[in-house]
Each structure stands twice: as structure tokens, then as C-alpha cells.
T-cell receptor, first 119, second 112 residues
């Protein structure tokens, strides 16, 4: 199956700093990528949809100025958590969409996640 | 908007038991549904993907069924083992195919 990588896998930062997380599709091109967030013992919640060459679409309640998304190429999307605070500590998982042939054949492949801890 | 519910939230069984995890979804206009496994503190492992044209899908000791008309899916695990202990997540698309909307998961513990 297709492979999606994330970097870094784990990051600890001080409150007020910015953190960038990279998501790469290694063996396919992804026009669309998704960013999810998972708090402890909670499920994955979609934060935003990242589209190559255009602005990201954010879910209700997600601050676009705090979570900056850049999808500058067909294999790379980045999520920058700006002015991070302890409440931003979470597990961030990206997903890249591989287009299939025919309706309903697109497949989401998930990265291994990035654990962010803000002190 | 798609909503996915999983029951039970947690389950503890002795080794060797067969078990069923339940998933329900509100929007049945989906092309497929997926089951994932998540080990503690780790990412997702895709277990089974069921296309809307299929009624079930099997992989080893796992069998997933899909009933679109009733908005339900089940994951059946046969002869459970301690290594099956993990959180199992059901995910259905928000509209048609993507993006996936996840349930809260069932946390499974298989006791040796």
C-alpha cells in the first residue's frame, strides 16, 4: 500500500513557540491531504482539508490563523502550530488522498502521527 | 454531516473468546467504510475496507460486515489473543468517499 510519512514523530516545545509538522506522500501524488487531531482517550477529529496550490478548508472551531497549513507540492503538506500553548498538546495525524479510477475509489492513507507536547 | 458511533466503548474478554464490535453511522450514502486498529500512543493500522457493494470483508481472524440500509457495521474477531488488545476505530466518509469521520473507538483488552 501507499506510504505516508510525518516528521517529527515527537516534539516538545515551550509555550509561545511555533512548531511545524511535515506530511509527505512517499510513493504517490496527493492533491488533497487531511489533518486530524487526537486528544488523549478521544477519537480523531478532522481539523482541515489541505489542497495543493490553494487555501486549506478548516473545520468549524479550528482557528486558521493558529494552525497554518501549506500544501505547496503534490507530495508535501505542512501544519504549523503558531504560538503554541499547553492546550495544543495533542497527537496530530495527517492523511494523504490517493485518487482512484472511478467513483468512490479514492483512498486515504495515514501517517504515523506527531505527538506534540507544549510545556 | 456524518456521525459515527461505536459500542461498547470498552471491552475486556478472556483469551480465546470470539467478540463483536459495533459501529453505526448516520449518513448511508457512502462508498465504503473502514476499520482501523490503534495501539496505545501509536498511529493507525488499517484492518479492513468494505466497499458499499460488498456485505463483508475478511482478513485472517477478522471479519467486517456492512449494512448500509440500517447504517451499521460490525467487526468480528475470532479466537481473540492478548496481542489483539488495542483500540478499534470505525470510520465512514463524511460524504461519499472522503474525508473519513471516526467513531470514538472500542478499547479492547484480551486477558491471558
Amino acid at each position: 500500500g501507499a506510504v505516508v510519512s510525518q516528521h517529527p514523530s515527537r516534539v516538545i516545545c515551550k509555550s509561545g513557540t511555533s512548531v511545524k509538522i511535515e506530511c509527505r506522500s512517499l510513493d504517490f501524488q496527493a492533491t488533497t491531504m487531511f489533518w486530524y487531531r487526537q486528544f488523549p482517550k478521544q477519537s480523531l477529529m478532522l481539523m482541515a482539508t489541505s489542497n495543493e496550490g490553494s487555501k486549506a478548508t478548516y473545520e468549524q472551531g479550528v482557528e486558521k490563523d493558529k494552525f497554518l497549513i501549506n500544501h505547496a507540492s503534490l507530495t508535501l503538506s505542512t501544519l504549523t502550530v503558531t504560538s503554541a500553548h499547553p492546550e495544543d498538546s495533542s497527537f496530530y495525524i495527517c492523511s494523504a488522498l490517493e485518487s482512484g479510477q472511478g467513483a468512490g475509489t479514492d483512498t486515504q492513507y495515514f501517517g504515523p502521527g506527531t505527538r506534540l507536547t507544549v510545556l | 454531516k456524518q456521525e459515527v458511533t461505536q459500542i461498547p466503548a470498552a471491552l475486556s474478554v478472556p483469551e480465546g473468546e470470539n467478540l463483536v464490535l459495533n459501529c453505526s453511522f448516520t449518513d448511508s450514502a457512502i462508498y465504503n467504510l473502514q476499520w482501523f486498529r490503534q495501539d496505545h500512543g501509536k498511529g493507525l493500522t488499517s484492518l479492513l475496507l468494505i466497499q458499499s457493494s460488498q456485505r463483508e470483508q475478511t482478513s485472517g481472524r477478522l471479519n467486517a460486515s456492512l449494512d448500509k440500509s440500517s447504517g451499521r457495521s460490525t467487526l468480528y474477531i475470532a479466537a481473540s489473543q492478548p496481542g489483539d488488545s488495542a483500540t478499534y476505530l470505525c470510520a465512514a466518509p463524511n460524504s461519499g468517499n472522503t474525508p473519513l469521520v471516526f467513531g470514538k473507538g472500542t478499547r479492547l483488552s484480551v486477558i491471558a
